[in-house]
């Protein structure tokens, strides 16, 4: 069975610091990843996505994430964080086969001033 | 604009009482989810429709029902059989078609039984 792992709960980390936020999931098909933001109390927003093509995929609000097949991992990371990226952030794993996303349990941004 | 809707934000029940909740879209999906959120366990999939007038068990659905009688409109019933229905309800939908495969979430609805 398919299964992702967001390997930190929670991440706290100094405004103007880089950040990565890591993600591994266990599948031995192909797959499409997914990372979520989800500030509180509201739904979840794209912050970006890889389908298939270049390993390194650019998002959102300065975000990036990169594949890596033989690691089964997907970490997403920013340079420089900013007090307003305070936020969960979650990881979510497609299986090809049947299109349902497998989620992580998320990962808490706390940005420190 | 284009979007998902949830209502209410916000909803207290007593304990036995059944509740709606509602979700609504105009992005023209065919597809349409129903997920919980609890605190530390990510989301988990109560029910899921890829169209009208059919609909799928997730991991979740006992004590649940749902409906989808129009493209736009997935109501989840949360009924008295339900243990522990406190929780953050997100409904999401997905188009079939053109390949981009991410769903797009509505704000969620805080249900509280007490």
């Known amino acids: 069975a398919q299964s992702v792992t967001q390997l930190d709960s929670q991440v706290p980390v100094f405004e103007e610091a880089p950040v990565e936020l890591r993600c591994n999931y266990s599948?031995?098909?192909?797959?499409?990843l997914f990372w979520y933001v989800q500030y509180p109390n509201q739904g979840l927003q794209l912050l970006l996505k890889y389908l298939s093509g270049s390993t390194l995929v650019k998002g959102i609000n300065g975000f990036e994430a990169e594949f890596n097949k033989s690691q089964t991992s997907f970490h997403l990371r920013k340079p420089s964080v900013h007090i307003s990226d305070t936020a969960e952030y979650f990881c979510?794993?497609?299986?090809?086969?049947?299109?349902?996303?497998?989620w992580g349990a998320g990962t808490k941004l706390i940005i420190k001033p | 604009d284009g979007g998902i809707t949830q209502s209410p934000k916000y909803l207290f029940r007593k304990e036995g009482q059944n509740v709606t909740l509602s979700c609504e879209q105009n992005?023209?999906?065919?597809?349409m989810y129903w997920y919980r959120q609890d605190p530390g366990q990510g989301l988990r999939l109560i029910y899921y429709?890829?169209?009208?007038?059919?609909?799928q068990k997730g991991d979740i659905a006992e004590g649940y029902s749902v409906s989808r009688e129009k493209k736009e409109s997935f109501p989840l019933t949360v009924t008295s059989a339900q243990k522990n229905p406190t929780a953050f309800y997100l409904c999401?939908?997905?188009?079939?078609?053109?390949?981009?495969?991410?769903?797009?979430f509505g704000p969620g609805t805080r249900l509280t039984v007490t």
């Open positions: 979510a794993v497609m299986v090809a086969s049947n299109y349902q996303l497998i």
């Open positions: 992005l023209n999906h065919d597809a």
């Open positions: 999401a939908s997905r188009g079939l078609a053109g390949g981009s495969y991410e769903q797009y």
């Open positions: 429709s890829q169209i009208v007038n059919d609909f």
């Open positions: 599948s031995s098909v192909s797959v499409y």
